[in-house]
């Protein structure tokens, strides 16, 4: 059997060659087709290639009959309609890793441009200014770089640094100190690596949480000088806090390579000597674009030949039996996993999920992924999905485990996650109760009946009189209205839990001031 695949993005030749070297893909290249002209041609093919041009739209998908793959040359799939695609049984991969090296040494060029006032220098020049004293710089050997984000990009640009013989701290929620070590980098809290770094690069993901992480509180715990780096994403760097910092002398420069709104014309950065800047160049090499060409055919020539792709961004086939058993359990998985992240606040180490009940009886590997899904997005984003969270788990150094019982706890099925970090094991069970959806049946050793959905707040506190009672008090000053509690205790007078629900979000401070109650040990905000 022949396969037909359609390039409808300029691809370079040598980025193509894995397709065009085997022998049962016909490769046929037709870019610039309009979006008629596509959706005319698109039933011919049984695997289409795209970068950014092409729109894979919800629309094109229900005329592709034999499309079985989509792939697209890069990281971003926006222009691709994954729920179409997935309704369709079609695949979709992408090319996450074929754009690392390009965008560490991106991160270095501008540590080092930055270091030595080079495009500064240049500048200056080209206007007929010979000034060497102006533009004195610094070295990097024995100065600290602070690297948030430990990822593919952040630990390739640690491996560079320590060349310059510069001394790395880096902070990651999934790094340890016992992984740092091996590494041979420091390791450190974000607070830690803010503190002690002369240089500081950021390579997150952008998500709420990361959104503004470097802010202005964050500035004011920062050395005097400190230089700053973004090849990441625009958005973890607050700009506007930035623009301050810079013009009050407390970061001595900054190298941006995004922003938070792109393209840009005018931007207040731009007018400062001290920054300099790139229009998002960090995968703009031709070697980057070739490796990403050559990722994703290795992965449509594989899978169209009946092996694995290694990049999927959605899911695979499940079979339908086993869709109707399972589909159910797939919020109650991911919320679960979502729970254990919030509660922990550590560096997972071990994921143990346990299956009791109709659940031993089915394949559960869907929901096993789900669950892991739902334990690494707070801290990775929509990267995460069901199809690739137990292979960035792997990465990450954190074991998966799946376990089937016979032990049901008086449920019919019963699924509990458990997560092991340095400083301990915390457990959740959840089940399906007809007619009223997912619940929380018990967290660590309470018994509880919670919905796990909306705004949360976990309370670990002594079980004495008037504690319900101040804690509503204390919402009811902050104007948070509780919907739900729930209550479990080991013993009369002993340590207890409550899980509430409220209508809206506990901030930070309202967090502090429950801390501060009488006879309250820990309390933590769960959004699901």
Known sequence: MTFRILISDPLSEEGIQP??????????METGLSPDELAERISEFDALLVRSQTEVTRELISKAAKLKIVGRAGVGVDNIDLEAATEHGIIVVNAPDGNTNSAAEHTMAMIMSLARNIPQAYYALKNHKWDRKKYIGVELKNKTLGIVGLGRIGAEVAARAKGQRMNIK?????????????????????????????????????LKETRHLIDKEAFQSMKDGVQIVNCARGGIINEDDLYDAIKNGKVAGAALDVFEEEPIQDHKLL???????????????VEAQENVAI???HDVASFLNGGLARNPVNLPSVPKEIMNKIAPYFDLAEKLGAFLTDLTKEVTEEINIYYSGDLTEVEVAPLT????????????GDHVNDVNATYLADRKGITVNEHKTSSTKGFTNLLTVEVK???GKRRVSGTLLNGFGPRIVKVDNYSVDVTPAGHMVFIHHKDQPGAIGRVGSLLAQQDINI??????????GGDAIMMLTIDKHLEENGLNELKELTDIYHVTAIDL
């Open 19 to 28: 397709l065009r070297e085997a022998e049962n893909i016909h490769v046929v």
């Open 170 to 206: 880096a902070y990651d929620p999934f790094l340890t100190e016992e992984k740092a070590e091996k590494m041979g980098i420091g390791y450190g809290t974000l607070q830690e690596v803010l503190q002690d770094a002369d240089f500081i690069t950021v390579h997150t993901p952008l």
């Open 271 to 285: 007018e400062l000597p001290e920054v300099i800047a790139t229009p998002h160049l960090g995968a703009s090499t």
């Open 295 to 297: 990722d994703v055919s």
């Open 369 to 380: 992924r789900n669950t892991v899904k739902g334990l690494l997005k707070r801290h990775l």
């Open 421 to 423: 970090t340095k400083s």
């Open 483 to 492: 919907a739900t509690m729930q209550v479990g205790r080991s013993n009369a």
